[in-house]
């Protein structure tokens, strides 16, 4: 069974950090692309980073770029989002997804960035 779990959502003030988790299983982690997405109320999801299956390529939204680093460990079938810097913009539900011959996504974690 596919799973793809995420977790370290929380509720930060501006200018904070949070390091999200994905953890993968059911599927060979190491030959899938890594992709965290976000979706903000009323508005629709959308990308927020790339790694590629080794990991020596990252690509990241204009958004983001700079303050955020994702980074995986293939040892233990798992992904972080490092968000640095944080804007109540960057306030959504953050997603995880999988994607190679076919993609897997998570159930999301809230981040929520307000004083």
Known sequence: QVQLVESGGDLVQPGGSLR????????????????WYRQAPGKEREW????????????????????????????KNTVHLQMNSLKPDDTAVYYCNAVWRTQYWGQGTQVTVSS
């Open 48 to 75: 927020v980073a790339n790694i590629g299956a080794t990991g020596t390529y990252t690509t990241y939204a204009d958004s983001v770029k700079g303050r955020f680093t994702i980074s995986r460990d293939n040892a």
């Open 20 to 35: 999200l988790s994905c953890v993968a299983s059911g599927f060979t982690f190491s030959t899938y692309a890594m992709r």
